[in-house]
């Protein structure tokens, strides 16, 4: 069965540093994105992707973070300047055809921030 | 603000009973929900989802959606010890995809 996958499962890094998270989407998808899900916290959505751009984006998604799609199956997000209350688990998720359609999660991305 | 709320819990069921979770949610032009089931350190995994009033039933897991009262559910039969997760209920803000998540319901099946 097709799933969603990212690397790398844990990320430790130090604050100030860049990030770069990845991603591959179920092949046949077209909507992409990006929650993070702070311990103890719910889900946060951060980010849709569409048709190579940015559909929707959350406050929390501010100047320090990015996302690109840069060839057919990868899908990143990159945090410039890590802060300490980045520490999160980061979740990639793609849905079909329609932006309403089921969204499909990647195991997620721990990243902690020290 | 929309909002989609959920009784943090935890419930506690013996094995073989019916877990019953609910979810309310704000928005009253919502057309879809979705339950995920997510063990603790893990991702969230799809177990339902709705779109139409009523019932939805896939194995021992039932969805029920009213939305005269913006009202969600998630009925387990025959609860397992290998159920005790925390269940998230999500709805979509907008046409854009994004989904909204409730806080989830700790559920632990005691054998």
């Known amino acids: 069965e097709p799933e969603v996958t990212q690397t790398p499962s844990h990320q430790v890094t130090q604050m100030g540093q860049e990030v770069i998270l990845r991603c591959v989407p179920i092949s046949n998808h077209l909507y992409f994105y990006w929650y993070r899900q702070i311990l103890g916290q719910k889900v946060e959505f951060l980010v849709s992707f569409y048709n190579n751009e940015i559909s929707e984006k959350s406050e929390i998604f501010d100047d320090q973070f990015s996302v690109e799609r840069p060839d057919g199956s990868n899908f990143t997000l990159k945090i410039r300047s890590t802060k300490l209350e980045d520490s999160a688990m980061y979740f990639c998720?793609?849905?079909?055809?329609?932006?309403?359609?089921?969204?499909?999660f990647g195991p997620g991305t721990r990243l902690t921030v020290l | 603000q929309k909002e989609v709320e959920q009784n943090s819990g935890p419930l506690s069921v013996p094995e073989g009973a019916i877990a019953s979770l609910n979810c309310t949610y704000s928005d009253r032009g919502s057309q879809s929900f979705f339950w995920y089931r997510q063990y603790s350190g893990k991702s969230p995994e799809l177990i339902m989802s709705?779109?139409?009033?009523g019932d939805k039933e896939d194995g021992r897991f039932t969805a029920q959606l009213n939305k005269a009262s913006q009202y969600v559910s998630l009925l387990i039969r025959d609860s397992q010890p290998s159920d005790s997760a925390t269940y998230l209920c999500a709805g979509p803000y907008n046409q854009g995809g994004k989904l909204i998540f409730g806080q989830g319901t700790e559920l632990s099946v005691k054998p």
């Open positions: 709705i779109y139409s009033n």
């Open positions: 998720a793609s849905s079909d055809a329609t932006s309403t359609d089921t969204q499909y």
